[in-house]
């Protein structure tokens, strides 16, 4: 591997500069770890999309039984939807067999800057290892932090930071050049301490976050000790960016 990029956010980026690059989507609280569990439990693929009404719209074209709408605005269900964004909510017993036609206010932006890129994984500490392990064999890694609108959140700058310091670890024989943001990451990660000992932790650091936040004021605090399952499933979530299409690989 020869170098990492960071960015903190989608707007620090553009799609010309992720053109032909192999980019990891972050958006931890929470699209891409409810898209990693909707995948886990058995979906057949998720579809991203921008709008609301594209998303109803694209739902509609499938026979009944075989879709659900998912995702949020203002961190909750939007009106007609029959999933939100907790990821706990993507069981086998609702999402199995069908497609995911899902949008979120950030996640789903962050993945349509991809939109040149060469290949498109989605991270989040529920598939660190897996995302690793893909990203071993690239020379060139981008990840991309979705934050929130607008905002830089610290949840996705950890996840970035742990990738950073387990791909380091895993290719120390070689330098590797990293951006600032990166080094930026993978200080934020180490001042964390051993969090991958302690899940309970991991949760507190997230709660103490944009995203965290924001979750928690719903009410919505079990997903945040959800969210910090690292390594809950070994799955690589892959975007494929001309249909916006999420499948495990
Ligand atoms: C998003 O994509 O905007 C987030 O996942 C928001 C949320 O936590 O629901």
Redo the contacts with the bound molecule.
Sequence with gaps: MHSIRVHLLPTLTTPDDLSGRTVVVI?V??????IAHALAAGARQVIACAELDAARELARSFPKGQVLLG??RD?LPPEGFDL??SPADYTSEKVGGKTIVFT???????MLRCDRAQRVYLGAFVNLSAICGALADCDNVDLLC?G??GQITREDVLFAGAVVEKLIGDDSARPIKLNDSARLAQDSWRALGPMSADPRLLTEALLQSH?GR??SALGLQD?LATAAQIDRFDILPVLEVATMQITAS
Excluded at 29 to 34: G, M, P
């Design positions: 958006d609280l929470r699209a891409t770890t409810t995702g949020e961190g939100g964004n979120t206010t950030n996640g789903t932006q962050a979705a929130t609108n995203g924001n979750v997903d």
